[in-house]
């Protein structure tokens, strides 16, 4: 007799991975977000009444839209390629490597797909996927006084074009057990 798994509590966030989507829908490969430290998203949808003999008598929606924002502490050169387009080269040989980002004017953002993972206190995990994501809004970073370098970006999400998952919008997974992202 299989048991029900019981509601999900998550907790926290444990990790962050952005993938590259190509125009074709295809996954490129997970960057990992260093130190992940919010991941947060909100569902909304606009819409449009039709009004007649002093009464709303419609509404329509223009189909829903999804804004998220994440955190992390540090930089990987690597995750600002996938956030910010860009490129990222390494030169020289250890001990003396020099990793260098750097963006064009020229260089446009990329959609990518993010999942984080959280644990849950009933057990086992929770992730969430969002499919086709784009840094429509800032990229950023503060160095301070004291204080480490965090990484911020926001933007929006569409649908996904990958063929087993064409047309969703976000997702949500509870595992009984634990599943690292792949």
């Known amino acids: 007799m299989e048991v029900p798994l019981s509601e999900s509590l998550p907790y926290g966030i444990r990790d962050i991975k952005i993938t590259p989507v190509t125009a074709a829908g295809v996954l490129g490969t997970a960057v990992d977000l260093p130190n992940a430290r919010t991941l947060s998203f909100e569902e909304g949808e606009e819409f449009e009444e039709l009004r007649g003999d002093d009464q709303v008598v419609a509404t329509r929606g223009s189909g829903p ?3 998220w924002e994440l955190e992390s502490g540090g930089i990987s050169l690597e995750a600002l390629v996938v956030l910010n387009g860009g490129t990222c080269l390494l030169s020289g040989v250890a001990p003396s490597q020099v990793k260098t980002y750097k963006k064009l004017a020229t260089d446009a953002r990329p959609e990518f797909k993010i999942e984080g993972q959280a644990m849950s206190e009933s057990g086992g995990d929770f992730h969430t996927i969002l499919h086709r994501c ?12 004291g204080g480490f370098f965090l990484t911020a970006a926001s933007g929006s999400a569409l649908p996904s074009k990958t063929t087993a998952t064409v047309g969703e919008l976000y997702r949500f997974v509870h595992n009984e057990t634990s599943v690292n992202i792949t």
């Open 65 to 67: 839209a999804v804004s």
């Open 134 to 145: 784009k840094s429509t809004e800032e990229v950023s970073g503060e160095f301070s006084d």
